[in-house]
């Protein structure tokens, strides 16, 4: 029997996921945790590399002996185990994968939290107390029991916690467009909406000019390695910080116009990095390119998990000819200043709007919504170990 089949469109369920960042002050014994778990993750490494373990339940069974030698609660074999496999599974790594920085991943059932007091496992019945610090940005998590808990992240300077929920995505009454470029976020909306976000601009800006800070100390402090790597830390963490924020309040605009408005959000799939040099003006440096495609795809992620988390659909789009073709359907005609003429309406356009345009125009591929994102938000001093062993930043 099929006979509901024809009632109104079936809403869709995501499962939606968001990272919340705490502060705290690491107690001293906590330093030899996250030595010992750096450790265990890197064993576990070299054990599924020999043994070439087909899941992580294999090489929970290989490396299980070695890493019960540490002493600690069976809780950090898993997990070493799980962070090692997703490491050694990543298609991308180019060398032997080495886990430098010390740190501590525990799944749900491992810890317990009530209110801002967080309890640790160490060795079997010994536990640790850390305590939070939270904001009222940070309560609502911790004290909505609606959210589910995932896992626990624990560095010298945060605490991270995954909290996820199911979210039904709403059925849009309108879409807007995004073109995402080196500049600016530029959104167009079915309502004649249009606005820029500029506040990108100023991301590569940020990044280059620490980029000529990090050359200086390196260039300065050669002789010393212990403080170099201490002063290139801290201008890592600030460099973070100013381009990570930058970018919350851009894409923090673009979901709330969007939530505000019922509408949904469409988005260019980003397609490597030659497209970018395509996108901007002149065809920059490498550094400027890179760079470029990680602010890109920063931006696409936050917009991806923040639309999630609140129930707004988005969409990737075909990008083909967003900024070749007048919505009437002729080719465009390239002049000065990222300006762009149509014949047929005798039309100037601005480059941005006439993409976000197109954009916003786009079908919907399969009218299939997004997954929620897997990772959400990240941790403001980039508490996040896995994600920079996928970008291939942490050496040995
Ligand atoms: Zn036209």
């Known amino acids: 029997m099929h006979a509901t089949q024809t009632e109104s469109t079936p809403r869709r369920v995501v499962q939606a996921v968001k ?3 705490f502060r705290y002050v690491a107690p001293a014994e906590l330093a030899s945790l996250f030595e010992d778990f750096r450790s265990m993750c890197n064993d576990a490494v070299r054990v599924a590399i ?36 997703s490491v050694y599974r990543n298609k991308n790594r180019k060398r032997i994968p080495y ?43 911790i004290d909505d029991p609606d959210l589910k808990r995932g896992s626990v992240t624990i560095t010298e300077r945060s605490v991270s916690i995954a909290f996820s929920k199911e979210v039904q995505t709403l059925e849009p009454l309108g879409y807007i467009g995004l073109d995402i470029n080196e500049r600016n ?10 606005h820029k976000f500029d506040e990108l601009g100023e991301v590569v800006e940020i990044k280059e000019k620490y980029r000529e800070i990090r050359a200086e100390v390196s260039k300065k402090i050669r002789g010393d390695r212990r403080i170099g790597g201490e002063l290139l830390a801290k201008y890592g963490r600030r460099e973070k910080n100013r381009t990570t924020q930058r970018i919350h309040s851009v894409t923090k605009g673009i979901v709330s116009y969007a939530e505000r408005n019922r509408f949904g959000i469409k988005m260019e799939k980003l397609r490597g990095i030659r497209k970018l040099y395509r996108k901007g003006n002149g065809q920059g440096p490498y550094f400027r390119g890179r760079m470029n495609t990680w602010v890109f795809g920063e931006t696409q992620r936050q917009t ?3 639309a999630a988390w609140l129930g707004v659909p988005a969409y990737y789009v075909n990008p083909r000819g967003t900024s070749s073709n007048c919505p009437c359907g002729s080719r465009v005609v390239t ?16 480059r941005d709007d006439l993409a976000s345009k197109n954009v916003m125009a786009c079908a919907v591929p399969q009218a299939r ?10 941790g403001d001093d980039g508490s996040n170990p896995q994600s920079r ?6 050496g040995g």
């Not at 919504?369 to 990240?378: A, I, K, T, V």
């Open 369 to 378: 919504p997004l997954r929620g994102s897997d990772e959400g938000e990240r």
């Open 335 to 350: 002049l000065q200043d990222r300006k762009l003429y149509c014949p047929k309406c005798d039309k100037v356009w601005d």
């Open 389 to 394: 062993w996928g970008e291939g930043k942490l």
């Open 19 to 21: 990272s919340i960042s």
């Open 99 to 141: 886990i430098g920085k010390g740190f501590i991943k525990l799944d749900n059932q491992s810890y317990q939290l009530s209110h801002l007091l967080l309890r640790i496992p160490t060795s079997a019945r010994n536990f640790i107390f850390l305590t939070l610090g939270g904001s009222d940005y940070h309560l609502p998590f």
């Open 50 to 85: 020999d043994g070439k373990p087909r899941s992580r339940f294999g090489l929970i069974e290989l490396a299980y002996p070695r890493l019960k030698e540490y002493g600690l609660h069976t809780h950090y074999i898993l997990s070493a185990c799980e962070v090692a496999y």
């Open 185 to 194: 976020v530029t959104v167009s909306g079915t309502d004649c909406y249009e």
């Open 304 to 306: 991806d998990y923040k």
